[in-house]
């Protein structure tokens, strides 16, 4: 029967095992160390301890004059027992030079043979040796007697291993408790630190920790948003692969503060904001995103989760979708005058008038003729094209002319395929909805204007050329114009003077020629109306800027 598969420790857990398996081994040889240590200098104690009772009994007078009594044993044998109680060491044998003991802790061993050696002591020499003898293995020495110059006796001392054991048994003892004491103490702190490390976790192993950062990688640089983290003190703790591309940051942005960035203030000012915001939309260089920041609440410091949408596509599309629709209406326009013309020429001809009529219908045709001529032949790019037709009958419906400068020239071919029809249309576009919004302001508004303009029709001028390398696309309107205040802002997002929900027109024609290498000035034109002019490079890109002059 196979047993069944156990799961996978935690990674807390794996940890407490091997702490504490480090601990142990760390008591365990501080234990060896202590006891090998211990044992030698117990030892090395107890040979000095001997020696000294040794070289002391040898050394004294009264061993001297008893040995030359008819009976040593008789009076040494008590001497050497009080001598040995005294020390605490196990034995004391004095000796005759031949080794027949004198004295001996079992009386019944005195008259016997020594048992050890003598011979280095019969020399003159103390020496210390581990031998058996009669009370098992012991650390010994023997040192001899003189009388002047010749030896007349040995005396020997020693102490058993055993009692040398037990007395590194006994400090062991002590050392073992504080071993163990120790080893708990590690061990409860090892469990304190893994049982905190275990909630961090979520009682996860390593393999799992590691399987749950693989995906978390993976899901950070697959997500098309854009993903950044904040900590408390607004720095960059995380940001994937398309918060970077949105931003137009550089790989070392992590660590740095927001306001380090060189982001735009909006932008700056949105992400470094405590409060929550929700789907603010805010242009970069290149980019128009849409913002959400979501405050971290809870665990040890706060931040703030930012999301980053790119509206820019988004943004293109629905300026086509108002452009196509203010066609739409255009049309619808046109067809209702169509229809009211062709009546006035039907009448004018069922009344007999028909030379009236046909002047009337030529003079129509002859109109509108002309203003597609103009256009279709200096303009051969025809996007562009559509565009000034399209915005011609917009203009028309609101009362405005619009009309082609006589200078406008782009021949066929001369527009590079770098540059994306979409930004002529943003670019364009924008700035002739602005300017028919100026023109027609004075016209239906009451708007006070100078009074060379009083006497003229609301009119917007579009030149459109290459020249120098350059495509200059310029629009001028009759309208009231930009004061010299409101100059530095004019392309600032959310800048109108038409009420909430506009002002982003001019921005992202700042933004569509800055991405083209080009540059935006405001002027003012002829009639005393705003004048636009942008400069996009027709070979290579260079880093584009805005100059606004009054």
């Known amino acids: 029967m196979r047993l069944p598969r156990t799961l996978p420790r935690s990674l807390a857990g794996q940890l407490f095992a091997m702490q504490a398996l480090l601990v142990a081994a760390v008591v365990a040889g501080c234990a060896f160390f202590a006891y090998a240590s211990g044992r030698s200098q117990a030892e090395e104690t107890a040979a000095r301890q001997v020696r000294a009772a040794a070289l002391a009994m040898a050394g004294s007078p009264s061993v001297r004059e008893a040995i030359r009594t008819p009976d040593p044993s008789a009076v040494l044998q008590p001497y050497a027992e009080k001598v040995r109680e005294d020390t605490g060491i196990a034995f004391v044998t004095i000796m005759d030079p031949e080794g027949v003991r004198w004295t001996h802790p079992d009386t019944s061993q005195i008259g016997r043979s020594f048992i050890g050696h003598t011979e280095r002591a019969l020399l003159g020499e103390t020496f210390e040796e581990t031998y058996t003898g009669t009370l098992g293995p ?9 009388d002047g110059d010749r030896i007349i006796g040995l005396v020997s001392a020693g102490i058993t291993v055993e009692r040398v054991s037990t007395q590194v048994r006994e400090q062991l003892g002590a050392l073992g408790t504080a071993a ?63 918060g970077r591309e949105l931003l137009g940051l550089a790989p070392g ?49 706060r931040g703030t ?24 209406q255009a049309l619808r326009s046109q067809a209702h005058e169509a229809a009211n013309r062709l ?36 303009v051969a790019e025809p996007v562009l094209a559509a565009l000034l037709l399209g915005k011609a009958a917009q203009a028309n419906e609101r009362g405005v002319e619009l009309v082609l400068a006589e ?29 028919v919004d100026a023109a027609s302001e004075t016209t239906t ?44 802002e004019v392309f600032r997002r959310g800048w109108t003077t038409h009420g909430t929900g506009r002002g982003l027109g001019l921005a992202l ?42």
């Open 180 to 242: 163990g004491a120790a080893l708990a103490l590690g061990a409860l702190g090892t469990y304190v630190i893994n049982a905190r490390l275990r909630r961090h976790t979520h009682g996860m192993n390593a393999g799992e920790l590691s399987r749950m950062h693989t995906y978390h990688e993976a899901t950070l640089h697959a997500v098309r948003e854009g993903l950044i983290m904040l900590d408390g003190q607004r720095r960059v703790a995380l940001i994937n692969d398309a």
């Open 343 to 378: 009546h006035t020429v039907v009448s004018l001809i069922e009344l007999g008038r028909v030379e009236e009529a046909v002047e009337f219908a030529t003079a129509e045709l002859e109109l509108a003729q002309v203003l597609t001529d103009r256009v279709v032949g200096a």
């Open 305 to 328: 989760v930012v999301t980053l949408r790119d509206h820019t596509e988004l943004q293109a599309l629905s300026g086509e979708l108002d452009s196509e629709r203010g066609f739409t």
């Open 445 to 488: 508004a009451g708007v006070p204007v100078p009074a060379q303009r009083t006497a003229t029709r609301a009119l917007v001028t579009v030149t459109a050329r290459t020249e120098s390398g350059e495509l200059l696309l310029r629009v001028a309107d009759t309208g009231a114009g930009i004061g010299p205040d409101d100059a530095d």
């Open 509 to 550: 024609v700042r933004q569509a020629a800055h991405r083209n290498g080009g540059t935006v000035t405001l002027g003012r034109a002829p009639g005393g109306g705003a004048e636009f002019t942008v400069r996009l490079p027709l070979a290579g890109r260079t880093a584009g800027t805005e100059v606004a002059a009054p």
């Open 407 to 435: 200078d406008s020239l782009i021949d066929d071919g001369a527009l590079p395929s770098s540059l994306a029809p979409r930004d002529l249309v943003t670019i364009l576009g924008n700035l002739i909805d602005n300017a």
């Open 253 to 301: 942005s992590v660590g740095r503060r927001i306001d380090e960035l060189a982001l735009p203030a909006p932008l700056t000012g949105a992400l470094l904001a405590s409060e929550p915001r929700v789907d603010e939309v805010h242009l970069t260089a290149e980019r128009v995103i849409v913002v959400n920041t979501s405050p971290v609440v809870g665990g040890e410091r």
């Open 138 to 146: 012991s650390i010994r020495v023997v040192t001899p007697v003189h």
